[in-house]
T-cell receptor, first 114, second 115 residues
Framework: AQSVTQPDIHITVSEGASLELRCNYS??????LFWYVQSPGQGLQLLLK??????LVQGIKGFEAEFKRSQSSFNLRKPSVHWSDAAEYFC????????????FGQGTELSVKP | NAGVTQTPKFRVLKTGQSMTLLCAQD?????MYWYRQDPGMGLRLIHY???????AKGEVPDGYNVSRLKKQNFLLGLESAAPSQTSVYFC??????????????FGEGSRLTVL
């Protein structure tokens, strides 16, 4: 079955500390992978995406993610977290043939301590 | 630049009532989607459309109907609302193919409560 798992429901980090949010997927076809961010009361915004090629992808707001096929993972990282990064983060998987029919993970809520 | 606009943003219904959520996009996107978001479950696809006049079922279509009479609009209907349909509903749109595939543009959501 196709699925996305984000093992951490809630993470708290101190401002300025590094961040890694985990994402594991199960997908039969060649996956397209995405990270979206949702600020409170808002819709989701695309942070970054992986289609093919370089397995380390850069996104907006200083985020990056690394695709590891052998581990079926696509973890999101940021070297130094800012208070404005507090939000909910969603990993998603899709496929070229599926258009925007993405499968989303459960989400990880990020809190940032001053 | 409005992007994706959803109306209404909030609605309270009684069990058995009907309602329609409207989604409008001004980006000339071919594809449009309705997702629901529930705590601990991420987003789940209800219905989607790959073009004007076409609709298809997603992961959780039961109890919902949709229509795409105009390219820019995608309507989600609840004919007989149930408490299990209490949720936040998100409309999204995207280009149809290529490297833009999967890059969804979301509305701000519509919070529906069914009593």
């Amino acid at each position: 079955a196709q699925s996305v798992t984000q093992p951490d429901i809630h993470i708290t980090v101190s401002e300025g500390a590094s961040l890694e949010l985990r994402c594991n997927y199960s997908y039969g076809a060649t996956p397209y992978l995405f990270w979206y961010v949702q600020s409170p009361g808002q819709g989701l915004q695309l942070l970054l995406k992986y289609f093919s090629g370089d397995t380390l992808v850069q996104g907006i707001k200083g985020f990056e993610a690394e695709f590891k096929r052998s581990q079926s993972s696509f973890n999101l990282r940021k070297p130094s977290v800012h208070w404005s990064d507090a939000a909910e983060y969603f990993c998603a998987v899709g496929n070229y043939n599926q258009g925007g029919k993405l499968i989303f993970g459960q989400g990880t809520e990020l809190s940032v301590k001053p | 630049n409005a992007g994706v606009t959803q109306t209404p943003k909030f609605r309270v219904l009684k069990t058995g009532q009907s309602m329609t959520l409207l989604c409008a996009q001004d980006m000339n996107h071919e594809y449009m989607y309705w997702y629901r978001q529930d705590p601990g479950m991420g987003l789940r696809l209800i219905h989607y459309s790959v073009g004007e006049g076409t609709t298809a079922k997603g992961e959780v279509p039961d109890g919902y109907n949709v229509s795409r009479l105009k390219k820019q609009n995608f309507l989600l209907g609840l004919e007989s609302a149930a408490p299990s349909q209490t949720s936040v509903y998100f409309c999204a749109s995207s280009y149809s193919s290529g490297r833009a595939t999967g890059e969804l543009f979301f509305g701000e959501g519509s919070r529906l409560t069914v009593l």
